[in-house]
């Protein structure tokens, strides 16, 4: 393996080109070896000459709360001086290499990295003849020092093969990217591959890229999905006061594994051809609010990131159970479904709440604090904190509808976070999430909060119910009033024009 390692770099790198940054990735799929591989270089210039230079692997991917320990996938790890000097390196643990760079004032790391096992959500890094993807963190050593200053990546894709990434193109450079600093960098998902299918539309100024990958054998119905997306993406620009980015790309792995996993500029999302609208769209609906909720308006254990140490946060419920609640919400009022689908969707979530004996036991703070301790990304003890999320955003957001006769909902919670919170600027805390429900309602809900979070009494959804005229089944009460169906119609109402 060495030999192959020191021939194969010295081939297809026999002088790589110094670049502006202060750091650059050269990313080289050699998927036609067996087993195939990913070469990767990193080029740095030096900011002080003769200082232990130290690279990690991530041990974990974010939106993925799991320990996937990452570093234990890189082979042939070498580094080099500007001739070709090997420099000594220590590797004191499963994900951390220190390389000394003597005198020079740049050097470059080599590495290799092999297929790996996805993570619950998504692929870390999938090599085949004709498709390359790659999840940053699964891939992508990060210096501490460095970690902050500006990146180039270079990719040298086989010939035929297309490469697809949100990050923003270096002009003067084929298949050159560039990216403010490592999170930006690990958080671009880079696709390469020789199959795909583009579909582009534009919302709110923004351009929107559906991005079928794979399976592509089996994709008849591609282009019908462009309509849905771009109803989704304008609904959810018009809840959160414009869209989060100027570029964004749905990255659709059709017949793939796993679910979908969230980036900023980005998604990389499963698609089963013949699925219908009411099944797929709020799956959609809610990896793109997730470029708002968690990768814009993130709680303060995320920002910034720790990607070797396990970050805790109580607000999980809120990360994941928020989000898919507003992605329930978009895709009823983009008219993407009927009210009676609508309805039982919650009717189901109700009960699935009421016979889950958990709720007794475990709270959503704990559910979400705690969910280290399993390997199922979904929360902790039996408690789902998306499902419990879900019923919290509801229960908030009719209590504040309720309280303001509508002019303020749980989407005006989500603008005050987003104006206070929002990157760069310190994440929030659980506190500051209750404080924002009580700015938007106008009054003191911190003890319905706290309930709803931080205890396991039974939620109050008769009486949030109520306030718009429902029962626990979701049917209509006897005599309602005015206000309990205004409630009622804009809380479920299709928006004109999505």
């Known amino acids: ?15 790589i080109a110094c670049c502006h940054a202060i750091i650059s990735y050269d990313i080289s799929p050699l998927q036609t070896l067996d087993p195939p591989l990913i070469q990767i270089v990193i080029s740095l210039t030096i900011s002080s000459p003769g200082k232990v230079i130290e690279l990690d692997m991530p041990k974990w991917c974010p939106g993925d709360y799991q320990l996937q320990n990452f570093g234990q996938y890189v082979e042939g790890f070498h580094a080099e001086g500007p001739n070709g000097e090997l420099l000594n390196v220590i590797h004191p643990d499963s994900y951390s290499w220190d390389v000394n760079p003597e005198d020079y004032s740049r050097i470059k790391i080599y590495y290799l990295i092999p297929n790996e096992p996805p993570g619950n959500f998504s692929q870390n ?29 270079h990719v040298h894709p086989p010939g035929g093969f297309s490469v697809i990434t949100a990050l923003r193109k270096v002009s003067d450079t084929p298949d050159s990217y560039y ?22 539309f534009t919302a709110n100024g923004t351009t929107y890229t559906l991005v079928f990958f794979d399976h592509l054998n089996e994709l008849n119905d591609g282009e019908r999905w462009v309509d849905v997306f771009r109803k989704i993406a304008v609904t959810e620009n018009r809840m959160m006061g ?42 959609i609906a809610h990896e793109l609010l997730h470029s708002w909720n968690v990768k814009r308006i993130r709680p303060v254990a ?34 993407l479904e009927s009210r009676d689908y609508f309805l039982q969707y919650w009717r189901n979530i109700v009960g699935k709440y009421l016979n889950n004996p958990a709720r007794k036991l475990v709270t959503a703070d704990e559910s979400s604090a705690d969910v280290w ?3 199922t ?36 919670v989500m603008r005050l976070l987003k104006k206070r919170y929002s990157a760069p600027l310190a994440g929030y805390t659980q506190l500051d999430i209750e404080n924002a429900v009580n700015d938007a309602a106008g009054e003191n809900l911190s003890p319905l909060f ?27 009460l006897e005599d309602t009033t005015h206000a309990q169906r205004e409630l009622m119609r804009s809380w479920s109402e299709v928006l004109s024009n999505p």
């Not at 998306?386 to 229960?395: P, S």
């Not at 706290?450 to 209509?476: C, D, H, V, W």
Request: aromatic share 12%.
């Open 1 to 15: 393996m060495k030999y192959i390692t020191t021939v194969l770099f010295m081939i297809l790198f026999p002088n």
């Open 125 to 153: 890094v999938q090599i085949e003849n004709h498709l390359i993807y790659i999840n940053g963190p699964g891939a992508l050593l990060y210096l501490p020092d460095y970690r902050y200053k500006k990146t180039i990546l």
């Open 179 to 200: 990216a403010s600093g490592y999170d930006a960098l690990s958080d671009a998902p880079l696709l390469i591959t020789s199959r795909l299918k583009q579909y582009h």
């Open 242 to 283: 414009g869209p989060a980015s100027s570029v964004y790309h749905f990255l659709i792995d059709v017949g793939g594994v796993n679910g979908g996993l969230e980036h900023a500029d980005s998604c990389r999302v499963v698609y089963f051809p013949g699925l219908t609208v009411q099944e797929y769209a709020p799956f």
């Open 302 to 335: 995320l920002a910034p990131i720790h990607y070797i140490h396990p970050v805790t946060t109580r607000s999980l419920w809120f990360v994941e159970g928020v989000t898919e609640y507003f992605a329930q919400l978009t895709v009823r009022r983009a008219g």
């Open 373 to 375: 301790k399993t390997q």
């Open 377 to 412: 990304s979904d929360g902790y003890g039996g408690l789902s904190y998306y499902t419990e999320g879900e019923l919290v955003a509801l229960c908030l957001d009719l209590e504040i509808r309720h309280a303001t006769d509508n002019h303020s909902t749980l989407a005006t």
């Open 450 to 476: 706290q309930s709803l979070t931080a205890s396991t009494q039974t939620m109050p959804l008769m009486k949030e119910l109520g306030y718009m005229g429902l029962n626990i089944r979701f049917e209509n």
